[in-house]
């Protein structure tokens, strides 16, 4: 007897990124499958819902991926863009101006302001090593919430004869009484 309840968490840490994937199953007359994974992930969804779909058949699967990079600012690009600095520059002089007062503007002052500076997003892939990584740490989650919802029915299994023999006692206990 497996109960519909279950959890599996998985855990790597590369040299360029760390991957968590958790799963959390909950009781429900039908599958119903929940995929939370960052947009870099997006391509591998309905691969990852049928690796779920041929575990589970029925309740409320959520599977959570979450994805950190190690080294964040390694590969990522940034540029300013200047018309957006010289409008705030120019709003905060009018300001200043305005109120008499001194404008003390500073170059990180401007750089907070939005769209002054942009992280530029380069569409990438996800790896092939990457992706059997994933798969890896899928299962491996899959497998430990599958033994949780293992061990979470046999400990209902246990109480379900428990109260079975108790009803069974009664029972007899009313039949006899019924009888006399």
């Not at 080294?71 to 010289?86: D, V």
């Not at 709003?91 to 503007?105: D, F, G, H, T, W």
Request: proline share 3%; net charge positive; with cysteine.
């Amino acid at each position: 007897m497996k109960s519909m309840t279950g959890y599996g968490i998985s855990r790597l840490k590369s040299n360029d990124y760390c991957i968590e994937v958790i799963i959390q199953a909950y009781n429900g007359k039908h599958l119903e499958v929940r995929v939370q994974a960052p947009p870099f992930y997006a391509s591998l969804e309905g691969e990852l819902r049928k690796e779920l779909q041929s575990q589970f058949n029925r309740g409320s699967v959520h599977l959570s991926i979450n994805r950190s990079p190690l080294w964040p600012l390694r590969k990522t690009k940034l540029q300013w863009n200047k018309q957006q600095a010289l409008k705030w520059k120019t709003i905060y002089n009018k300001m200043a101006s305005s109120l008499k007062m001194k404008n003390e503007l500073s170059i990180l002052d401007l750089a907070q302001q939005p769209g002054v500076l942009e992280i530029i997003s380069q569409p990438s892939l996800v790896s092939v090593k990457e992706k059997k990584e994933l798969k890896l740490l899928l299962h491996k989650a899959m497998e430990l919430c599958t033994k949780e919802r293992i061990r979470e029915g046999r400990v209902l299994k246990r109480e379900f004869q428990k109260y079975l023999k108790s009803i069974s006692l009664c029972l007899r206990k009313i039949k006899s009484h019924a009888v006399q």
